[in-house]
């Protein structure tokens, strides 16, 4: 697919698109004979996890190392130790996740508290 097409199922702009390939988040693409930039479902999988891991403030070496742990444990030719290690690279990924939730709960819970003080404040 075009990356207009792209662009629609993830909502991301043609820009970020580009950008995120230019950053190494997405593997170069192949071309059409007219050099339109073409792009499989693989690329819209990738491209829906870096808009997942994006608002938790993830750096572009930790998006790029959590994609290619993903798509090493994805190789069917790993040894058991290899894919344990990939393994708890993984869990150290949902670790950070986990505290970022909690971060982010945290910012909730004081915009909230402020919201209803403000509309406290100015209620008639």
Known sequence: MQIGE?????GLSLRT?????????LPESE????GFRL????AVQRLLLVKQ???LDFSLDEMRDLIEVRDRLASPRLSQRTRTQLLERV???RSLVEHKLDT???RVQTARA???QLTSETAP
């Open 31 to 34: 071309r059409s004979p007219g």
């Open 91 to 93: 869990h150290t990924y």
């Open 104 to 106: 982010l709960e945290q």
């Open 6 to 10: 792209v662009a629609e199922r993830t």
């Open 53 to 55: 891991m994006k608002p």
């Open 39 to 42: 792009y499989g479902e693989a």
């Open 114 to 116: 402020f919201h209803d």
């Open 17 to 25: 698109i580009r950008h995120y390939e230019e950053v190494g988040l």
